[in-house]
């Protein structure tokens, strides 16, 4: 089941007055170390420690080189992934140059096993007021879509069942598919 917060923020621009709203954001874990990802390939796979992780490590240095390099690289049982740019529109050829460019990014592309997975997981949700006690517990009813970055943003009836719950970028979809061009988008930005 995935852990969702919605903690009430004061989401108000203006000085002095507080507007407040219930924000989700999804409960994260901590990170796992790498080591202990191996170990447990390790255990699921009956090869040993030392050879997983030289394996890992090759992959690793693969993906990273072939990224770099414009390749949209597989990430075997995952989906695959590649790296990109965020940057502004110009007219004039005269002002193109790297200054435009404003983020490097790696968009991560699941595959259907993976968006299966996670279109199947349920959801819950815990309230915090903005004193932090907890205000309400809710399980998911939603039409579980899964956002699909290589297409418009959602798979499914088109809705990502009543809004996002990532704080991420809310711009951060992929536009330009794999073709590795930049895709101008509304708002004088390119994204690829």
């Known amino acids: 089941m995935i852990q969702i917060k919605a903690?009430?923020?004061?989401?108000s621009f203006e000085k002095n007055v507080e507007k407040l709203a219930f924000v989700l954001s999804a409960h994260l874990y901590n990170t796992l170390d790498a080591s202990k990802v191996i170990e447990e390939a390790a255990k699921r796979s009956g090869i040993s420690t030392g050879v997983i992780?030289?394996?890992w490590d090759a992959a690793g240095e693969v993906i990273r080189t072939w990224a770099t390099e414009g390749h949209n690289v597989p990430l075997?049982?995952?989906g695959s992934m590649r790296f990109s740019v965020r940057s502004k529109s110009v007219q004039n050829i005269e002002d193109v140059k790297t200054s435009l460019?404003?983020?490097?990014?790696?968009?991560?592309t699941p595959s259907k096993e993976v968006k299966d997975e996670l279109q199947a997981t349920k959801i819950a949700i815990?309230?915090?007021?903005?004193?932090?006690?907890?205000v309400k517990r809710v399980t998911s009813a939603d039409t579980n879509d899964?956002?699909?970055?290589?297409?418009d943003g959602t798979t499914g009836n088109g809705t990502t069942g009543g809004g996002t719950t990532d704080n991420t970028d809310s711009g951060d979809q992929n536009q330009g598919g794999n073709t590795g061009g930049i895709?101008?988008?509304p708002g004088g930005t390119d994204e690829n």
Do not use: W
């Open 7 to 11: 903690k009430q923020q004061n989401v």
């Open 53 to 55: 992780k030289a394996a």
């Open 76 to 78: 075997p049982g995952l």
């Open 101 to 108: 460019i404003s983020a490097r990014r790696v968009i991560f």
């Open 126 to 134: 815990t309230c915090y007021d903005k004193d932090g006690n907890i």
């Open 146 to 151: 899964v956002e699909d970055p290589e297409n």
């Open 183 to 185: 895709t101008p988008t």
